[in-house]
Nanobody, 120 residues
């Protein structure tokens, strides 16, 4: 079993910052990528940012220059530093892991989600 534990969500004013963390644990043999998706109210889940084992990063256009994804490989933990937050960043943020685990196949795994609300 693979577990993803997210933390760091909450309420912040426009222009503020938050840092999300996602720790992966369980029978993980190899990680290909970690990242974050989000689902705004009434909308579909969308990509925020991903980082591969080789540290290649991908960002949604809407967060480029404001969000930074990083990873601590030794801890199997990914971080999302979110600066200059806007009300439109309000969403449930889901941690994403692409890895080979007990199934011995490359699979996608999801965290339970953490709420980020940007409001004055």
């Amino acid at each position: 079993q693979v577990q993803l534990v997210e933390s760091g969500g909450g309420l912040v004013q426009p222009g503020g910052s938050l840092r999300l963390s996602c720790a992966a644990s369980g029978s993980i043999f190899s990680i290909a990528a970690m990242g974050w998706y989000r689902q705004p109210p009434g909308n579909q889940r969308e990509l925020v940012a991903t980082i591969t084992t080789g540290s290649t990063t991908t960002y949604a256009d809407s967060v480029k220059g404001r969000f930074t994804i990083s990873r601590d490989s030794a801890k199997n933990t990914a971080y999302l530093q979110m600066d200059s937050l806007k009300p439109e960043d309000t969403a449930v943020y889901y941690c994403y892991l692409r890895a080979i685990a007990a199934s011995n196949r490359l699979s996608n795994y999801w965290g339970q989600g953490t709420q980020v609300t940007v409001s004055s």
